[in-house]
């Protein structure tokens, strides 16, 4: 595994004997891996640049993922072909961008749930998908079935919104047989959307999804639930807090489903309010850049050496130097918040936002799967006295989101071609040098 984002030399990863944090441990001979899964509906992006006229015309909501039949899919698709509008078809899904990101920065393994059409003729959509997704992406769990996958039309106005018309064919048939308890149970994470749980009840994926989260809770593997529009959060808010109560450590939002959840405008305040059901959130603002916030004990409090921000919670980046934990491994649970401007601004022109938020929760998780894989690898290491999520800071962890947000803005797919430069010796340098 790669590490997540390059640091300064006593920080380097894989970690050498000499590394204080690694003082007085036996070399190792093979490394044990780490991997994470996710739950998906299979959907290859169909994305145009439309105007507002036509999203009207076809009974779409700018901003929204909405479900069309199988009539309207055929008329929109029509009218994308022959106006020339499509600019590219290319494997999609929000936790599929968010797996493959992962993997492609990691270099380290993941495991996609999902249906696969089991016939697949080369060129076809279903084809795509596979040729479109990482090697690291392990696809050999997924589901057989008949038909289709799914096609999301990514509908990109004007204004840089992008809106998603949803033909589902059989992405939703995932039965919770095919959920690999094993699989689910020796993950760093396990990734979900709200998307999945809009499925009709009967078709499996609800099921699949709540049977994935119920092998992941009995293993104590983390739960990261990331939510997919605010449209889908508005009708039924309370149902979606309870769900987070319940089930999930680490929730992932923009600050528009973040309003929908918690009725907070300022992301900040939102992020602090996620925290009474979640352990830790991740919550993007678009060109406000992204805030993270999330729990530490008390006794590993450590305080930043940058600048106190004001803002909802004053000076609410004092700590943003500590590393996040679970509240249930906090004697003395504190809150920690950190924020971060985009990086270097912002791409000098933004090619598309879709998947930028995808991108940023990819980091998140590389950070989180690091802190396992170093736990497995060299379990006597000073770091694990603390019962960390996560391998870096706060701070830390904001800069490495926010570097792999701004890679997606400047590319026009969700997915990501690469890794990280190599030659960007220092994050930290190639951040603040300019
Ligand atoms: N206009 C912008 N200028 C600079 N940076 C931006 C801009 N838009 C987004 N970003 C960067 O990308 C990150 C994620 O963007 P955004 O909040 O739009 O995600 P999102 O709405 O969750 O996206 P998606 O759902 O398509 O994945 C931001 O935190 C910020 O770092
Ligand atoms: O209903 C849905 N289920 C799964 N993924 C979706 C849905 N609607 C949109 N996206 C996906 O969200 C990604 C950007 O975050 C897009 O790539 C799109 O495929």
Redesign the pocket.
């Known amino acids: 595994m790669k590490f997540p984002g390059q640091r300064k030399s006593k920080h380097y990863f894989p970690v050498k004997s000499n590394d204080p944090v690694n003082l007085g441990l036996a070399q190792h001979k093979e490394q044990r891996r780490t991997h994470i899964c996710g739950v998906e509906q299979t959907l290859v992006d169909i994305e145009a640049r439309v105007s507002d006229e036509l999203l009207e015309r076809h009974n779409l909501k700018k901003g929204n993922s909405l479900l069309i039949d199988d009539e309207a899919a055929k008329a929109l698709y029509k009218e994308l072909k022959e106006s020339g509008l499509i600019s590219s078809e290319f494997a999609g899904g ?1 936790i599929g961008n968010t797996l493959h990101n992962y993997s492609t920065l990691a270099d380290g393994n993941s495991v996609m749930f999902g249906v696969m059409r089991s016939n697949i003729e080369v060129g076809s959509y279903a084809y795509r998908y596979l040729c479109n997704t990482s090697s690291r992406v392990n696809l050999n769990h997924l589901q057989p079935v008949d038909g289709p996958i799914g096609r999301c039309f990514a509908l990109i106005t004007e204004c840089g919104e ?1 809106s998603f018309a949803i033909s589902k064919g059989c992405m939703d048939d995932l039965q919770p047989e095919s959920i690999d308890k094993q699989i689910v149970q020796t993950s760093a994470a396990l990734v979900v959307s709200s998307y999945l749980l809009r499925a009709d009840p009967n078709a499996g994926m609800r099921d699949s999804v709540l049977k994935a989260i119920e092998y992941a809770k009995e293993a104590d593997v983390p739960v990261v639930l990331t939510l997919g529009t605010r449209f889908l959060i508005e009708q039924d808010p309370q149902f979606w807090r309870d769900f987070i109560r319940d089930n999930v450590t680490i929730l992932a ?3 528009d489903e973040g309003e929908a959840l918690t009725g907070e405008s300022d992301p900040l305040a939102a992020a602090d309010r996620t925290l009474d059901w979640a352990d830790m959130v991740l919550c ?4 406000i ?2 805030y993270m916030a999330g729990h530490c004990d008390e006794q590993y409090l450590r305080v930043t050496s940058h600048t106190l921000l004001p803002g909802a919670i004053p000076e609410f980046n004092r700590h943003e130097f500590s590393r996040p934990m679970r509240v249930k491994d906090c004697q003395k649970p504190t809150r920690v918040y950190a924020h ?1 401007a ?2 270097m ?3 000098k022109e ?1 090619r598309n ?8 929760l990819s980091a998140l998780l590389h950070d989180l799967s690091a802190a396992q894989f170093h736990k497995l690898n060299i379990p006597n290491s000073s770091k694990h006295k603390q019962s960390g999520l996560c391998y870096s800071s706060f701070s830390q962890i904001c800069k490495y ?2 570097r792999v ?2 890679e ?2 400047g590319q026009d797919s ?1 997915r990501l071609m690469r890794g990280l430069p190599e030659k960007e010796d220092s994050l930290e340098e190639a951040y603040w040098e300019r």
């Not at 936002?353 to 940023?360: E, P, R, S, Y």
């Open positions: 929000t992008r939002m923009n600050e993007t603002a678009g060109p850049g992204l971060i985009p990086y601004g912002g791409p933004i936002t879709n998947g930028a938020g995808d991108g940023a989101a926010n947000a701004f997606v803005l969700p």
